[in-house]
């Protein structure tokens, strides 16, 4: 098991903590009561998401080609 990345790539981590973010402002403006501000962070939070897929198209990310496993070929061995 300590072959398996568990997501913890480049691209997961800045995905994931663009979209947290976007979600603190978002939050912060629901408390603020301004609308603009609350779409706006939830517009920066999907950008992580877009952010994050493009990453893994670069190879930044986790290769789904290796098998459901998590594990390449020399690994099993």
């Known amino acids: 098991m300590a072959g ?6 480049p691209a997961a981590w800045t995905g ?6 976007g979600f603190c402002i978002a939050g912060a403006f629901v408390v603020l009561a301004n609308p603009l501000g609350m779409f706006a962070g ?3 939070a999907a950008l992580g998401g877009v952010v994050g897929l493009a990453m893994r ?3 930044l990310g986790k290769d ?14």
């Open 4 to 9: 398996n990345s568990h997501g913890h790539t």
């Open 16 to 21: 994931v903590t663009i979209a947290f973010i």
């Open 42 to 44: 939830l517009a920066v």
């Open 57 to 59: 198209a670069a190879g």
């Open 64 to 77: 789904t080609k290796s098998s459901s496993s998590g594990r390449t070929a020399d690994q099993h061995g």
